[in-house]
């Protein structure tokens, strides 16, 4: 394997798998529990992801890391998965992912801002912040979260029933 790590070698592997799939390969981690090992793969695409999706990426996933020995001989657990609400935004996939809705946005000079997501092309991000819209460029977000809302903008409009 050389000089890379083993995260570095499983990202390798994995990413032209998952993107044979339709996916976007967002993250992997590997964590002891107990005896065994969990290898978790993040997968993420435009739209979301579907069971369906997580199921046929898990069989490639496992056909490839079969092939490939790079979890060694010990037992070990497949995770396949979509990113929890609470991933930071870090790219500009993950912007346009959220579209519509709330986020916080930690600027690089530490300030922050909260506003909807109107819209996220490959430069940057446009907010709509207490009504105002709001443009942020990617090389001035550090990064950003989604808040969690307990009554979406769309079911604001009534409930008259």
């Not at 020995?69 to 070990?76: H, I, L, P």
């Given at each position: 394997?050389?000089?890379?790590?083993?995260?570095?070698?499983?990202?390798?592997?994995?990413?032209?798998?998952?993107?044979?799939?339709?996916?976007?390969?967002e993250?992997?981690?590997?964590?002891?529990?107990?005896?065994?090992?969990?290898?978790?793969?993040?997968?993420?695409?435009d739209?979301?992801?579907?069971?369906?999706?997580?199921?046929?990426?898990?069989?490639?996933?496992?056909?490839?890391?079969?092939?490939?020995?790079?979890?060694?001989?010990?037992?070990?657990?497949?995770?396949?998965?979509?990113?929890?609400?609470?991933?930071?935004?870090?790219?500009?996939?993950?912007?346009?992912?959220a579209?519509?809705?709330?986020?916080?946005?930690?600027?690089?000079?530490?300030?922050?801002?909260?506003?909807?997501?109107?819209?996220?092309?490959?430069?940057?991000?446009?907010?709509?912040?207490?009504?105002?819209?709001?443009?942020?460029?990617?090389?001035?977000?550090?990064?950003?979260?989604?808040?969690?809302?307990?009554?979406?903008?769309?079911?604001?409009?009534?409930?008259?029933?």
């Amino acid at each position: 394997m050389g000089s890379a790590s083993p995260r570095d070698h499983l990202m390798k592997l994995l990413e032209p798998v998952v993107s044979a799939e339709g996916l976007d390969l967002e993250d992997i981690t590997v964590t002891q529990a107990g005896r065994r090992r969990v290898l978790r793969v993040i997968v993420d695409r435009d739209g979301g992801v579907s069971l369906d999706d997580v199921a046929d990426v898990s069989q490639a996933v496992s056909a490839a890391l079969d092939d490939d020995d790079a979890m060694g001989q010990a037992a070990y657990t497949l995770e396949v998965s979509s990113p929890g609400v609470d991933r930071p935004l870090t790219e500009p996939r993950h912007w346009r992912r959220a579209a519509t809705r709330l986020v916080k946005a930690e600027l690089r000079d530490g300030s922050v801002v909260e506003g909807r997501i109107t819209a996220a092309d490959d430069a940057g991000v446009d907010l709509d912040v207490e009504g105002a819209p709001r443009r942020l460029e990617y090389e001035d977000l550090a990064r950003g979260r989604v808040q969690v809302e307990f009554r979406r903008i769309d079911d604001v409009d009534g409930d008259e029933g």
